[in-house]
């Protein structure tokens, strides 16, 4: 069946260090894929989708790649903020089903 | 364009008791899901709702119940509250459109029983 796997957390690193987390997935066919951003006391936010292979998804300076012959979704950015502190969640979606990692803890320190 | 819409934000309550938690979708979306995040942990999938129908539910036990209102609001009711069910319990509302719409979440309502 569908899965995802993520990095375990936490993550630390520097303000301006480079930013990768990993996640891979399981699925047969051509889900979606999404990365999501919680804030302290907050709900998911969407922060980036990618609807088919090779597709780029990108917002707020965070990047991630669907890469189908590798399985992977991973988020990367290139300079991180103290604000960027946030547990991830990288998710599979498929019409009215998905699938979520188990999240990914990311603190910056200034 | 109001974002997804809970209510309250917290809950306090007493083991045995029973609760009820609120969500207002996006407008224009029409399936609602319900989702809960225990201290620490990932998303857990609890139900989801389309068109006033319960269409799929998580591996809970039956005491979680909601339903879906025909403006497409939705409730979440759990009875019987033990102490395991203190969490933070997401709504997330998705477009109906062609193909895989993102769910869009709500801050939470933060559930303590005592």
């Known amino acids: 069946g569908d899965s995802v796997t993520q990095m375990e957390g936490p993550v630390t690193l520097s303000e301006e260090a480079f930013l990768t987390i990993n996640c891979t997935y399981t699925?047969?066919?051509?889900?979606?894929l999404f990365w999501y951003v919680q804030y302290p006391g907050e709900g998911l936010q969407l922060l980036l989708k990618a609807t088919k292979a090779d597709d780029k998804g990108s917002n707020k300076g965070f990047e991630a790649t669907y890469r189908k012959e590798t399985t992977s979704f991973h988020l990367e950015k290139g300079s991180v903020q103290v604000s960027d502190s946030a547990v991830y969640f990288c998710a599979l979606g498929r019409i009215n089903k998905f699938y979520f990692g188990s999240g990914t803890k990311l603190n910056v320190k200034p | 364009e109001a974002g997804v819409t809970q209510s309250p934000t917290h809950l306090i309550k007493t083991r045995g008791q029973q609760a009820t938690l609120r969500c207002s979708p996006i407008?224009?979306?029409?399936?609602v899901y319900w989702y809960q995040q225990a201290l620490g942990l990932g998303l857990q999938f609890l139900l989801w709702?389309?068109?006033?129908?319960?269409?799929n539910r998580g591996n809970f036990p039956p005491r979680f119940s909601g339903r879906q209102f025909p403006n497409y609001s939705s409730e979440l009711n759990v009875n019987a509250l033990e102490l395991e069910d203190s969490a933070l319990y997401l709504c997330?509302?998705?477009?109906?459109?062609?193909?895989?719409?993102?769910?869009?979440f709500g801050n939470g309502t933060r559930l303590t029983v005592t």
């Open positions: 407008s224009g979306h029409t399936s």
């Open positions: 709702y389309d068109e006033g129908e319960e269409r």
């Open positions: 699925a047969t066919g051509y889900p979606s």
């Open positions: 997330a509302s998705s477009h109906p459109g062609q193909g895989i719409s993102p769910l869009h």
